[in-house]
């Protein structure tokens, strides 16, 4: 799967953001194949609150920002059945929240970097079709791939601190 990446402003300079969501990505695709395919393609925004604010209200109608958005494009038996040659095929798009996602890192005691890692991960599988909302059951694989995915990297399992 290749990834179109766009930084924006706040999220800070002189951090590579690309190489992060590219490194979140090679991680998920060892544990979740699906998205190790060729012809997918997935957006990458790293925004602001603000625009996030104006995306969710728009196609959620939640009037507030929230920390990642996933806008899917295929269906998850669409996704599964893609042949693997012909044209590229998008798989959606994700919207990352600056403020939010600092916001939130400060509250976990987690690096901004390592938190970001987390939501692209955990955007991908949405994308990929997975929804922690649909029963106790999904929520739990979710969290099982999104943890193998980070451990990968290095990264401590985010939900931990659950009993």
Request: charged residues 30%; proline residues 7%.
């Amino acid at each position: 799967m290749d990834l179109e990446i766009d930084i924006e402003e706040p999220w800070p300079a002189g951090f590579d953001w690309a190489d992060l969501a590219e490194r979140a990505l090679e991680a998920l695709a060892g544990i979740a194949p699906e998205l190790d395919h060729p012809r997918l393609v997935a957006s990458v925004l790293f925004t602001s609150d603000a625009e996030v604010h104006v995306l969710n209200r728009e196609w959620r109608a939640k009037d507030k920002p929230t920390n990642v958005l996933s806008f899917p494009m295929l269906e998850r038996d669409d996704l599964l059945g893609l042949a693997p040659a012909g044209p590229p095929e998008m798989l959606g798009d994700l919207a990352l929240a600056c403020e939010t996602c600092t916001r939130e890192a400060a509250e976990k005691g987690v690096s901004v970097r390592d938190h970001a890692t987390h939501l692209i991960v955990h955007g991908l599988l949405h994308l990929a079709g997975h929804d922690h909302e649909t029963s106790e059951a999904e929520a739990e694989a979710m969290e099982a791939l999104e943890t193998k995915a980070l451990a990968i990297l290095g990264i401590p399992d985010p939900y931990g601190d659950r009993s």
